[in-house]
């Protein structure tokens, strides 16, 4: 969609995709996508080619793909030890996934790449980690509260955290320090948020309420410093993963379809037929 809720769909096949990622140049799409037994494996979209090409073989589960800022690997979750962990490896589908943690989503990089800023459940709400990409990958904690935090993004210029918390009662979206976190807390929505992203000039952030895309103005060159949220646009695409082009001019969201829920790359329908030799008799009597 654009900046004014405009549709534009992309050629892939009707299914039931989860989690769509943009790559860093924006010519590929990471997406979630279950099989036919409900397993759920990372494909990649190539605009050029319009096509998908499967990444992971898992009989695990495989999904919250993100790409790391030269686009070349995917960090995503998985677990085929039972356990769940967060792997990578590179996106053009050669080599072998790499073990890098134990639980935790992996949702945004740190401004210098060293560190992917996690999401995980250790307390039974959701909290906010951080995992180094140097030495022992060692995981330090940044939010871990009795409510939840969530869905953490960091600004472009790697200064700033965005991401929701239910803290009031309800989701809003509020931007901290990075790597500071506890060194001031702005709330940026007003009635209620999820899902933030910051545009790639760090000039905007953008996040979902249930029915519209919301645009924030902010200053990120001393303190932190937002606007009043203004409504680009009115949607019935369910809230939840997303994400926005380079330019800032364009959303990528997933949007329910009658079609939904086949596997990548098969038919969107199929007719089932029972006693079909029955009707074939009525219709061709045997002599």
């Known amino acids: 969609m654009d900046r004014k809720g405009k549709k534009d769909s992309i050629a892939a096949p009707s299914n039931n995709y989860r989690m769509p990622r943009l790559s860093p140049d924006g010519t590929r799409l990471a997406v979630t996508v279950p099989d036919l037994g409900g397993n759920l494996d990372i494909w990649i979209w190539s605009f050029a080619r319009e096509n998908l090409t499967r990444l992971t073989f898992d009989e695990a ?4 793909p993100l790409w790391t800022p030269d686009g070349k690997r995917i960090a995503f979750f998985s677990a085929p030890d039972g356990k769940g962990g967060i792997y990578w490896m590179a996106a053009d589908g050669t080599g072998k996934p790499e073990r890098l943690s134990g639980p935790g989503l ?14 995980d ?22 939010l871990q509260n009795e409510y ?20 009031s009662g309800r989701y809003e979206v509020y931007v901290r320090p990075f790597p500071e976190v506890d060194k001031g807390k702005s709330q940026v929505s007003t009635s209620g948020g999820d899902y933030p992203i910051w545009s790639r ?14 645009a924030v103005a902010v ?34 969201m997933i949007e329910a379809a009658e079609s939904a829920g086949t596997p990548a790359g098969t038919p969107a329908k199929i007719n089932v037929v029972l006693n079909w030799t029955e009707e074939l008799k009525q219709r061709v009597p045997v002599k």
């Open 201 to 214: 000039d760090g000039r905007e952030l953008f996040y979902r309420t249930k029915d519209a895309v919301m």
């Open 106 to 119: 992996p949702s945004s990089w740190s401004g210098d790449g060293k560190t992917v800023i996690v999401m």
């Open 148 to 167: 939840n935090e969530a869905v953490p993004q960091i600004s472009p210029d790697g200064k700033w955290m965005a991401y929701a918390s239910d803290e």
């Open 219 to 252: 200053r990120t060159d001393r303190d932190f410093n937002s606007e009043k949220p203004e409504i680009l646009f009115s949607t019935s695409a369910p809230s939840g993963y997303w994400d926005v082009s380079r330019d800032g001019k364009r959303f990528l």
């Open 61 to 64: 589960t495989d999904r919250n």
């Open 121 to 142: 459940q250790n307390t039974g709400n959701y909290d906010i980690g951080a995992l180094s990409m140097e030495g022992n990958h060692e995981m330090k904690p940044l």
